[in-house]
Structures are given as structure tokens and as C-alpha cells.
Nanobody, 126 residues
Framework: QVQLVESGGGLVQAGGSLRLSCAASGRTISAYAMGWFRQAPGKERDFVAAINWNGINTYYANSVKGRFAISRDNAKNMAYLQMNSLKPEDSAVYYC???????????????????WGQGTQVTVTS
């Protein structure tokens, strides 16, 4: 399995931006699709975005479409989530995940992912 470590979370005002990073080790991520999920207190871990192994296909939850952008750099073994126009409801712990599967239906399911990071906190104030 690949090991994942997220970074880049923090406290930001509504309308601001953050860029989350996901550093992979142990295996190259070029064989994996990468996903971002988030979990607010008392809620389930929800799909945010995913990207296929070569970066050609990206998928987003409706709630973040047009505001967030997922990307990857296989040469650096990194994945990213650029978050713009942040809202208080975006506050959550954000998790990076890796899977060998593909396709939107598969990639939006939490159970599809075999490797997870420890999460990074994002707090958006109004």
C-alpha cells in the first residue's frame, strides 16, 4: 500500500483559498487514482474530488464544483486540492486517499479506497 500524508490545512475567512497537498510514499502513485474526502464533526466522510491515474479525468461533488480543483504530479508523487471561494460549510477534516480503481461511480465511494492519510483540518470562518 501507499502511505499518504496531507498538509496545507488551516484557518481561513470565507471567500479565501487554501491548497491542500498529499504526499505519497512507499509506492508510486502513477498506478492509482487519487481522491479527496472530507468529514465534518458528527457527519460521514463525504466525497469531494477525484482524479484518474494520468490526470485526464477529474470528478467533483456538486457542492464544490467550480470552486475546487484537484490535480496531481506523478513525478513528485503528489496530489493537490486547490480550494477557492471557501465557505463555512467547507469546514472539515480533509483526507487524501488512493485506489487502483477507476470511473466516477467507483471513485466517489469511500469504500473504494485502500489507502488513506491522517487528514488535515480546514476551518472557514464567516
Amino acid at each position: 500500500q501507499v502511505q499518504l500524508v496531507e498538509s496545507g490545512g488551516g484557518l481561513v475567512q470565507a471567500g479565501g483559498s487554501l491548497r491542500l497537498s498529499c504526499a505519497a510514499s512507499g509506492r508510486t502513485i502513477s498506478a492509482y487514482a487519487m481522491g479527496w474526502f472530507r468529514q465534518a464533526p458528527g457527519k460521514e466522510r463525504d466525497f469531494v474530488a477525484a482524479i484518474n491515474w494520468n490526470g485526464i479525468n477529474t470528478y467533483y461533488a456538486n457542492s464544490v464544483k467550480g470552486r475546487f480543483a484537484i490535480s496531481r504530479d506523478n513525478a513528485k508523487n503528489m496530489a493537490y486540492l486547490q480550494m477557492n471561494s471557501l465557505k463555512p460549510e467547507d469546514s472539515a477534516v480533509y483526507y487524501c486517499a488512493a485506489t487502483s480503481g477507476t470511473g466516477y461511480a467507483f471513485l466517489q465511494m469511500r469504500s473504494s479506497y485502500s489507502s488513506w492519510g491522517q487528514g488535515t483540518q480546514v476551518t472557514v470562518t464567516s
